[in-house]
């Protein structure tokens, strides 16, 4: 029974004593053990650290000492390093690799008492839409084993969706909390880029990555975020705002906001099941008060072929350090450049060489200026649109999603993965917070919405978040019969 319970749920309970940390985090660690070898979300589960850590937390709960969240276990994507647990990417040359250090995000969970119950799947490096790119496993979509769970936080969604876990961590770069949120239909939050530390998180596109909670309700969102944000010495480009407050949370109304919905993210593919859901949506919405009105951000269409040219960009440059001598592993060649060829060329995956390859080529002289420094003006003008649309409305309100999740390997052309990320790409060209949760189901499948607020908003962000999820009856977690 307490896997089905929520973060903020669980927390009443141990603070109340109903129950003890060992005695909740064995009851996911029991469910992980029978289940997910159907769904396949976890690559590291280390049930004796975990009760350990429980054991601590207990310690801290009966010291009074207590942080909210104290006792409780979360999982955590397999990209956010973990001191003496390995941290693999879901990628062969990180197959074996064991991190020195915590990152932020962990170190701070640590302190606040929340047990790691695990290591989640990813597409490799966080590359994809999917999971599919995972050189580890395949996970599956707890709603439908066939379906993809959505990616590349997929493990992360997965988890939450299929009560093997009651929340965890992702990584955000283009959409990777939010499109997995909405495939599996749970909660998944971006916060403004900077209020999270990414000390310890593996970078892929590291002017766009932001760590964020996937919950099964808003409330558990801002929990979490609360307790893993904050300034950062560590990380150069966190902001130095105070922690994301999560006391105001259920003060939040939809009366009286200004919501936009931006008509590029409704034009093109975007399925009659994943319209129709969207447009109960925007009803339910002014019903409660709100205004929603079509609006025109032009340069969102130009989005998917920017972030395809930066992130990239970016990525190439980052992973240059997997060469067989400083991370991870290293296969024997001829010679240092042999060895270093032979290593990058076997244990790297194909879509993570083909975006190296494109960031390369993007970022090289001939054609620095063509592809770059345009994607980056773009980048910046896109910036701008939304900037002046935020003058006028409090949130934009957008589907997550063209589609629902699709059969696994049913979308194998790797464009019409990328085109799946119009609607989530703004928020991280921006630094914007953004949310998805679940707005209603097409055919069976979860469908979510997403908000997006401007930058330094999160906390006016999750407090209409709250509302929608209030007034939403689809927005109220529901567990896939998968069993
Ligand atoms: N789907 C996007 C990509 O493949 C986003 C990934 C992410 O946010 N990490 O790059």
Redesign the pocket.
Known sequence: MFTKLSLAELSGLLQRRDTSAREVTQAFLDRIQHLDGKVGSYLTVDPEKSLAQADAAQALLDAGGSQPLTGVPIAIKDNISTDGMRTTCASKVLEDYVPPYDATVVSKLQQAGVVNLGKTNL?EF????SCENSALGVTRNPWDLDRSPG???GGSAACVAGELAPASLG???????R?PASFCGIVGFKPTYGRVSRYGLVA??SS??QIGPMTRTVEDAALLAEAISGHDPLDSTSLPEPPISAREVKSGTLKGLRLAVPREMLEGEVEPGVREVFEQVCQTARAEGATVEEVSIPAIKFGVTT??II?PAEASSNLGRYDGIRYGSRLDGNGHVGMVAKTRGELFGHEVKARIMIGTYALSAGYYDAYYLRAQKVRALMAQEFESKFAEYDLVLSPVSPVVAFRLGELNDPLA??L??VC?IPA?MGGFPAISLNGGFSSGLPVGVQLMGPVLSDERLLQAAYALEQALPAAAFRAPQFA
């Open positions: 597409d966080a590359m994809g839409t990616g590349s936080s990584s955000d770069t283009g959409g990777s909390i499109l892929f596109g766009l990555d972030y395809y992130a993965l990328k799946l990320d989530t991280n």
